[in-house]
């Protein structure tokens, strides 16, 4: 399976990174060291991208050995969905970096914006030195080529409101909503809710909350666009009575 790209957030960082899915989430915590500065030892993994967020790995959990063992992929991430990682030390290198976290938060808001970005021991100038978030110099480019090829789908397959669909050759239903689902990512590209014919959803047409439509729970699914296919899509009936 090839590497997928993650958002990779904690509560100081942020950034898009490349993930061999294959690896066991042990060696995905070494490998997100670096990005957030959080010692393996204490990284809790939460995967968002689905109807809810997983924690899928916490090193406090009587079975995080187990855990630990599972690959990436065995969790089903999606491409450019979010991995949320929580320091469960309650200190951080990057935090040590800058004398505090909450203080850097503080004295970000009690100097002036030119002064803060100009300072060399911050969690700006880490992430500015990392190329995290904003500074990574290939995000924006990729989060682009996301929206235009989700647009691009909608456009060419001339998806709209209220026709019928086929989700990837098999499961059939209604478009019934076009647009972004900052809940499942952040990237700005649309997505397509559909009500299904049958109960092999998700949800009721709500993700996190938040309803997008309406429908019964588990007729609900929303999928890339890319993975939609309008036209004529009967309901399927069974013969056998």
């Not at 079975?63 to 991430?77: C, H, I, R």
């Not at 040590?96 to 970005?117: A, C, F, H, K, N």
């Not at 689902?181 to 299904?196: N, Q």
């Not at 009721?204 to 729970?217: A, I, L, M, N």
Request: charged letters at 30%; proline letters at 6%.
């Amino acid at each position: 399976m090839p590497d997928i790209s993650l958002f990779i957030t904690s509560d100081a960082t942020s950034g898009e990174r490349r993930i061999d899915p294959s690896l066991t989430l042990e060696q995905v915590t070494q490998k997100l060291e670096s990005v957030t500065g959080i010692s393996p030892a204490y990284q809790k993994l939460t995967l968002y991208g689905g109807p809810q967020p997983t924690v899928i790995y916490d090193p406090t959990a009587s079975d995080a050995s187990v855990t630990g063992s599972k690959t990436l992929e065995s969790f089903n991430p999606q491409h450019l969905a979010r991995l949320h990682v929580t320091d469960t030390s309650g200190k951080t290198s990057v935090a040590e970096l800058v004398g505090g976290g909450q203080d850097d938060i503080e004295s970000r808001y009690q100097m002036p914006q030119t002064e803060y970005e100009s300072k060399s021991d911050t969690v700006l100038d880490w992430k500015r030195k990392n190329q995290l978030g904003r500074f990574d110099p290939s995000a924006k480019d990729r989060l682009d080529k996301a929206v235009v090829e989700a647009e691009e789908a909608i456009e060419s397959k001339d998806i709209k409101l209220g026709l019928r669909c086929e989700i990837n050759g098999s499961k059939r239903g209604v478009v019934r909503y076009i647009g972004e689902i900052p809940e499942i990512t952040d990237s700005g590209a649309p997505w397509i809710g559909v009500e299904l014919d049958e109960p092999l959803g998700k949800n009721d047409g709500s993700v996190k909350g938040k309803r997008y439509f309406q429908c019964k729970e588990n007729f609900g699914s929303f999928v890339k666009p890319q993975a939609v296919e309008v036209g004529d899509f009967p309901e399927e009936f069974d013969d056998e009575i």
